[in-house]
């Protein structure tokens, strides 16, 4: 008796899901053309050929709100309804301009120290780039979040009630502008001067909460110098989640990569450095994570510690190889089966502000997002442009066995790594949007009785939370599906 009303507890949800969505009045979805409009699509077809030198530029801005004694802003990441006290350390935006000088364009990458940005908010800052008219010949525009559990909310998920939103308008207003501005003085300030690369695989510094224990080592960085010698750029690579202030705290900050960066940058003068976070689906964290979780250490100072260490282990890279003048990118727009009906009624309730398209069947929603594609060099650097948390498996193809998984099924992907020839390869994560955990159907598990609201526990008494925080079992496969599309398109 219980399974069969279990299954009609299930049947009602998913029936109400679809009675939302076709009773939502028009207003609260886009067409696919309004949520494009602002997506620089990059290179047609890549090119081989090299320019004379890089051309890069750097500019930051401090994002944090300046009036968080007299003004309300909660810290999003943790428990919801958690307004700060203070501040520990500042959230920035932080942007780098690229340019190859083929006469094919630049490209923008900026970081935002944030739990994470919508794709609606990103493509808002864009519109502000590009209206500018300030940066000529631009090809791309690519914004990702730090993943900081600790920073205000810019999301909408972590207000004072489940259906009131935690977004604070103006903030999000200045957020915005800021960031903008940021990206245009990255191209004011760029110089002529040459890439380096080099990576290393980091030890005893992550951990894997969820089986299979898959995921990237590396810290990647790709380092800038000028020709005059007047400043460099560091860009790093590396996957964990920034949650080590843990649940408990009350002061904003960017959490372990503010600490990373400040160690790069205090290594020598001019250096400016930026973070992006990697495929940390699974879910990817620090190696003492637990312990953060059960409040058994000083987490303030495990934050620290970690990110210096994270900076030493940068700053130590040795062998760089020079990478040629060639900076090749493209972008496509694409559509994920929103099946989560939790994250719909947070939209229709204005909580979230993700664009979302009724296409075919009324009763159906998608999120629009976007996938990506970077190559640096002759085949040497390809980084994956990824819209949320990626299950590493799904770039490297470590994944549970059908005896092992939940479901009892083979995943059967072309992974990541198999779309790309290149030297090295990596993820960006959270980049150019936050659709949550981006899972292989193969382990992916509902709640028997109430999907998408609590965690299920599968056959090997595993939890399931991830499935919770994503868009719906088929986001993985869409993605890595038009991400394929789109290499196989401009190569």
Known sequence: MRMNFDKMTRKSIELLSKAIITAMPSGYFTTQEKADRYLLSGDGKFSQEAGEFFTCGFAKTVLTPGNVESQKYYIAGYDSNNPAKGILDDMFARAVYIDDNTGRGGVVFCAVDAVGISRKDINDIRKLVIESKKIPSL??????????????????????????????DAFMEKLKAKTADAIISAYENRKDGKLFFAVTETQDMQFDCRTPIAYDKNLTRIRFEAFDSSEEIHIINFASHAELLGSETKNISADFPAYMIKEIEASAQNINAVFFNGAI????SAKEIKKVYREEIDCEAYTKEFGKKLGEIANALENETEIEPIINISSAPIKIAASNFVLILARLLKVLNNDILRIGKRSEAYISSEVGYLELGKNRIGAFLIPGELFPELWNGEFLSAEESATGKKAEYKILRDMCSCDHQFVIGLCNDELGYILPDNDFLLHEKTPYIEKATDRFDRSHYEETNSTGPNTARTILTETDKLIASVK
Do not use: F, P, Y
Request: proline letters at 0%.
């Open 139 to 168: 090809k791309s525009i690519n914004i990702s979040a730090t993943h900081s559990h600790s920073a205000v909310d810019t999301q909408g998920l972590w207000g004072e009630k489940l259906w009131k939103s935690g977004r604070n």
């Open 281 to 284: 689906g699974g879910m990817i």
